[in-house]
């Protein structure tokens, strides 16, 4: 929280066109995450069906861009 909050619309990803997640971006993202079955300890959390829960398969959700970034180093999570 070092940074300003934006307040406005910057971008608009736009499906099939490629992006890269890198230190230049920073905001909020809706973004379609998979996770592993393998993964032992799950800390992304995600709404479903009204509740949050801490599950591997693939959901979307927004999630902050630093915490995507953090997240993004682990093989047992699929950012797209």
Known sequence: MLKP???ILIKTFKPGLKWCLNNK???F???RVTI???CNKILLPHREN???KHSS???IGIYF???LK???KNPYYKIN
């Open 50 to 52: 009204g509740e949050v």
């Open 57 to 59: 398969g693939t959901f």
């Open 29 to 31: 993202i809706e973004a």
């Open 36 to 38: 592993s079955s393998k």
């Open 65 to 67: 861009s630093e915490e």
């Open 70 to 72: 953090l997240y993004i």
């Open 5 to 7: 909050m934006p307040n």
């Open 25 to 27: 971006f920073f905001g």
